[in-house]
């Protein structure tokens, strides 16, 4: 295949961080290159000079032949490079066909849109996709997966022969996913080049060419996908051999730390009726809607049950609440960190301590610093959250690192259950291993531990049990060697 794009000896520096390290790299025409590294590898910071977001201090950009100092995003469009990040940046108000035809009403001519034109720019961009979208929807009111066709249609609009794909994946469903792959693999036909970025290692194995390891701004290697498998794309990414394994088998007699017995919510779930022991890692499996997480946010009093009994230690409790909750020994890690777990602009360690402010209340009622300090540093060494200081802004933080904090945060109420909600989405491969071996960390100290995760790898890996939810029921409950991601996926499809 023909050379499209060349990198040569790519550097960029931030005041005391080396994002880039005169880092060499191509990409063939019509080839699905997937980059793979932790946070902070400068995955984002390749992506962006590239398209010309950020200029390098030194090195080449050639691309069909021609050597670029730097590129601007504007020379970067024109050379048919596209870059669609996580959020999109797509114009929720406008219809899906004004949506994909944006760049052809920006530079109309004249003072009429011809809107019939418009239409057929959308139709042939999402036919070239074998997707289908109504074209006169409202985009804001569709599903994230059809806000992400149409950004990647209005890329070909543009007449795209490199897209750069910033974690397309993150947020969406496992039926969506398969979707997008296709995509891409309609974009390689038909000769687009595509630079694919993913924490999910699975995905990446499924649809790259070739992988690209960078770690510290620096080139590890690149890798054909049939030479390397999962966990030694981990070791590369970290340096670090990272060794899967779940809590110790539970005892029989260790004690029920929750009773939950015939639960149910109108439209939601019912019949509901399970335990949770001590030291044990339970996963709810199941596909969005499916009553998993409608069941976690009951026990979290964020949607209370109409009718049933939770029991905590043996004892009766009526959750309506999130404090009634957290007086029980039940906290939630939300799987949307940023909206319903920290206060971005705030400092780690007073996120951290925000969960445990009445116990350190000083005089007059007012917050002690030295002890929101004293607990903030304590936290950021106990979980490894990686910052020059417990200082700094929670939004300072890589995502991995977000969520740690977020684990602290309710790690300091010293609760008794814990509940995750996809603990791990949208983090790197070192962070998860973190992440996971904290929750084997309180398992084995007698927290119970409640996980519910898109990931079924995760849940095979991580759980003593896998509770599996449809149609607000629990269909199926599988133990020790029964847990496998085979068995968890044909149960949670089967009526698919």
């Not at 750069?164 to 496992?174: C, G, N, R, V």
């Not at 973190?434 to 759980?463: F, P, Y």
Request: proline share 3%; aromatic share 4%.
């Amino acid at each position: 295949m023909a050379e499209l794009i060349r990198l040569e000896g790519l550097s960029k520096r931030y005041i005391a961080t080396q994002a880039l390290d005169h880092v060499d790299l191509s990409i063939a025409a019509g080839e699905v290159l997937c980059i793979a590294g932790t946070n902070g590898s400068g995955k984002s910071t390749l992506m962006k000079c590239i398209c010309g977001a950020e200029e390098p201090d030194s090195g080449n950009i050639v691309f069909d032949g021609h050597a670029y100092k730097r590129l601007s995003p504007s020379q970067a469009m024109r050379l048919g490079i596209q870059i669609i990040y996580q959020d999109l940046a797509i114009f929720p108000d406008l219809t899906v066909a004004e949506n994909i035809a944006f760049h052809e009403i920006q530079h109309r001519k004249g003072l009429w849109v011809d809107w019939k034109a418009c239409r057929k720019t959308a139709e042939e961009a999402l036919a070239s996709l074998g997707a289908k979208l109504p074209l006169d929807a409202r985009l804001g009111d569709l599903s994230f997966g059809a806000k992400q066709t149409t950004a990647i249609a209005r890329a070909l609009t543009q007449e795209c022969r490199l897209l750069i794909m910033d974690e397309p994946t993150s947020a969406l469903p496992a039926r969506d996913v398969e979707q997008l792959l296709a995509m891409v693999r309609r974009l390689k036909e038909r000769g687009i080049s595509v630079i694919f970025v993913s924490h999910k290692l699975d995905e990446v194995f499924e649809i790259a060419d070739r992988i690209y390891v960078l770690r510290d701004g620096k080139e590890v290697g690149e890798y054909a996908p049939a030479d390397i498998d999962v966990s030694e794309l981990g070791f590369l990414m970290t340096g670090v051999r990272v060794v899967a394994g779940k809590s110790d088998e539970v005892r029989a007699d260790a004690p029920v730390l929750l009773e939950v017995q015939d639960l149910q919510r109108d439209g939601q779930y019912r019949d509901l009726s399970f335990a949770l022991r001590a030291g044990e890692v339970l996963g709810f499996a199941g596909l969005t809607g499916s009553g998993r997480t409608e069941t976690a946010l009951s026990l979290f009093g964020l949607n209370p049950a109409k009718s049933g009994r939770v029991l905590v230690d043996g004892k009766e409790l009526r959750i309506t609440s999130p404090q009634d909750a957290v007086r029980a020994g039940i906290v939630l890690v939300s799987e949307d960190r940023a909206s319903q777990g920290l206060f971005g602009r705030k400092p780690i360690r007073m996120n951290i301590a925000s969960s445990i402010y009445e116990r350190i209340k000083g005089s007059l009622s007012l917050i002690s610093s030295d002890k929101e300090a004293t607990i903030g540093d304590e936290w950021v060494t106990k979980v490894r959250v990686k910052t020059p200081s417990a200082a700094e802004a929670v939004q300072s933080l890589s995502g991995g690192n977000q969520q740690k904090v977020v684990l602290a945060k309710w790690l300091a109420t010293e609760p008794k259950i814990l509940i995750l909600d996809n603990p791990t989405a949208g983090i790197d491969v070192g962070s998860k291993a973190e992440i996971h071996e904290i929750v084997q960390t309180l398992a084995r100290e007698g927290c119970g531990v409640i996980m519910i995760s898109d990931d079924i790898d995760e849940l095979a890996m991580s759980c003593n049990r896998v509770l599996v939810f449809r149609t607000g029921r629990i269909v199926e409950e599988f133990s020790g060697p029964e847990i496998t991601s085979g068995r968890i996926a044909a149960t949670i499809r089967q009526d698919d």
